[in-house]
């Protein structure tokens, strides 16, 4: 008889442990989910700059006019105050020999004006001429009343008087004649024509001696061409833009010159116009003006005090020449 051989079993440890590795597997994947950290990274803020504003404090019409006061020069003695029932009144005396009340009204309208202070009305009163100037404050709607008049003479304090002495038509000589001017006293100016020789020769000799120097303008006389200022001068008939191409190639020649004055000028000095266009390129330059009174019809002092521009008017000639 013959015997079987028993049938060798199928590797069951194998499903076994493939089994087990399932379970390991599963139970890992479901541990990591749960006890997974949740990092998240928040983006850097930027740091954001505040600018705080400062805004500007407004100023009001009464500290504008106190500010125009002590422009003028005014003393506490001639500055009052009066609060009335309809508007704040405000007299200011002014010293006529050191300014006159149109000059005045200029500074106080200009200070009030500039704080955005609203000008209503303006008249003169009276045979010695007092101005009233009222204004409207914007802050608060305030009427302020400016009383302008000359303060009697005892009420300020007087200045000895001042004496400035200016030698003109400079720019014709050099040589010892030019070197003993520049000894003189150095309070003694030196007017210097343009165009001349020893014009730029002038100026420097007198600055180095420690003169101040201006400009002596030539400017066309009534007496015109009789007595003749030169082919650059200026000439009532010349276009403004002319006339300040002059100027600015008098003031380019001689740039150590501070102020001017006019040479002749009799006729060009009473043109309202061609003085406002000389006027304003020497206020662009910071420049003072001496009108010359060449003509009692002269409109230059005047024209200038209104343009706020540092001006004088000559009293006299000393050699009392032909001054056309």
């Known amino acids: 008889m013959v015997k079987r051989k028993k049938r060798k079993k199928k590797k069951s440890n194998y499903f076994i442990f493939i089994f087990l590795i399932a379970i ?20 850097k803020k930027e740091k954001t700059k505040v600018r705080i504003k400062k805004i500007p404090e407004k100023k009001s019409v009464s500290i504008a006019i106190g500010h125009a006061a002590e422009l003028l020069g005014i003393s506490e003695e001639l500055y009052k105050t009066y609060i009335g029932k309809d508007a704040i009144y405000i007299s200011i005396g002014i010293n006529k020999t050191e300014m006159d009340l149109n000059y005045a009204n200029m500074i106080v309208t200009g200070q009030v004006e500039s704080i955005g202070g609203k000008l209503i009305s303006g008249k003169e009163i009276g045979e010695d001429f007092k101005q009233l100037i009222t204004f409207l404050d914007p802050l608060d709607s305030q009427k302020y009343v400016v009383k302008l008049y000359y303060a009697p ?3 300020y304090s007087q200045k000895r008087t001042k004496l400035a002495i200016v030698v003109d038509d400079f720019g014709n000589s050099g040589g010892k004649l030019l070197d003993d001017f520049c000894t003189l006293n150095s309070n003694v100016t030196f007017a210097i024509l343009p165009d001349l020789t020893y014009s730029k020769m002038a100026m420097q000799k007198a600055y180095n ?5 201006m400009i002596h303008i030539p400017m066309e006389p009534i007496s015109y061409p009789q007595n003749n200022p030169g082919p650059n001068a200026i000439y009532v008939h010349l276009s403004q833009k002319e006339i300040t191409k002059r100027m600015e190639g008098y003031i380019k020649q001689l740039p150590l010159c501070v102020g001017a004055n006019n040479h002749m000028g009799s006729l060009a000095t009473s043109d309202k116009d ?7 390129v020497l206020k662009k330059h910071q420049m003072y003006f001496i009108d010359s009174r060449t003509t009692s019809s ?4 005047s024209t200038a005090q209104k343009m706020m521009i540092p001006s004088f008017e000559n009293s006299f000639f000393l050699d009392s020449p032909n001054i056309s």
């Not at 390991?24 to 983006?43: D, K, R």
């Not at 001696?209 to 120097?213: K, L, V, W």
């Not at 061609?274 to 304003?280: G, K, N, P």
């Open 298 to 301: 002269s409109v230059a002092y």
């Open 153 to 155: 003479a005892g009420k």
């Open 24 to 43: 390991i597997a599963l139970f890992s994947i479901y541990f990591f989910i749960n006890n997974s950290v949740n990092v998240s990274v928040e983006p």
């Open 209 to 213: 001696a420690g003169h101040e120097t």
């Open 274 to 280: 061609v003085m406002r266009t000389v006027l304003d």
